[in-house]
T-cell receptor
Framework: QQQVKQSPQSLIVQKGGISIINCAYE??????FPWYQQFPGKGPALLIA?????SEKKEGRFTISFNKSAKQFSLHIMDSQPGDSATYFC???????????FGAGTTVTVRA | KAGVTQTPRYLIKTRGQQVTLSCSPI?????VSWYQQTPGQGLQFLFE???????NKGNFPGRFSGRQFSNSRSEMNVSTLELGDSALYLC?????????????FGPGTRLTVL
């Protein structure tokens, strides 16, 4: 079963708008939460990541918000650009598990 | 620095056959992980290797196996192929496989089972 639930499945945003993708998890042992971006024909690439001791992390136009008590985290893409059109995956991992548990993915389309 | 390379990029097999996929990690990386990506199930973890030892395995049948060589290159094998094995198989490498170690993914091998 999916250990990380991601929504929405897809979203369309106008250029300059904000894209918001949400993820939720059940396993409180998870302590690393990366987001990956995948373009067609390519493998996923790390975008930004957060540990649970931080509530927010920003890198350029990308921000992760983390709510430990709610077991939720989200990705905000500010000032969305057509080049941001891709599939975004949230993920989680724990301790010495040596694996990532991925959400189902969100396809973002940015309209010019 | 060269990225993760996977060969072949595309494969077509028939049911019952077996297949071997290859992954060359980024130079200096010793951890290699494999994931299966399908539209229905998304990205699912297959296994992870470090220094030729499997450290974790996902919930896949025994038909899926892998190994890692002393130069960190890795192969995965799927025997007795089924239609449901059609997927993009992704390999990822990292330095040690540690919790916050960035995993770098290759472009994947697209396997089609007819």
């Amino acid at each position: 079963q999916q250990q990380v639930k991601q929504s929405p499945q897809s979203l369309i945003v106008q250029k300059g708008g904000i894209s918001i993708i949400n993820c939720a998890y059940e396993n409180t042992a998870f302590d690393y939460f990366p987001w990956y971006q995948q373009f067609p024909g390519k493998g996923p690439a790390l975008l930004i990541a957060i540990r649970p001791d931080v509530s927010e992390k920003k890198e350029g136009r990308f921000t992760i918000s983390f709510n430990k008590s709610a077991k939720q985290f989200s990705l905000h893409i500010m000032d969305s650009q057509p080049g941001d059109s891709a599939t975004y995956f949230c993920a989680a991992s724990k301790g010495y598990d040596y694996k990532l548990s991925f959400g189902a993915g969100t396809t973002v389309t940015v309209r010019a | 620095k060269a990225g993760v390379t996977q060969t072949p990029r595309y494969l077509i097999k028939t049911r019952g056959q077996q297949v071997t996929l290859s992954c060359s990690p980024i130079s200096g990386h010793r951890s290699v992980s494999w994931y299966q990506q399908t539209p229905g199930q998304g990205l699912q973890f297959l296994f992870e290797y470090f220094s030729e030892t499997q450290r974790n395995k996902g919930n896949f049948p025994g038909r899926f196996s892998g190994r890692q060589f002393s130069n960190s290159r890795s192969e995965m094998n799927v025997s007795t192929l089924e239609l449901g094995d059609s997927a993009l198989y992704l390999c990822a490498s990292s330095l040690w496989g540690g919790l916050t170690d960035t995993q770098y993914f290759g472009p994947g091998t697209r396997l089609t089972v007819l």
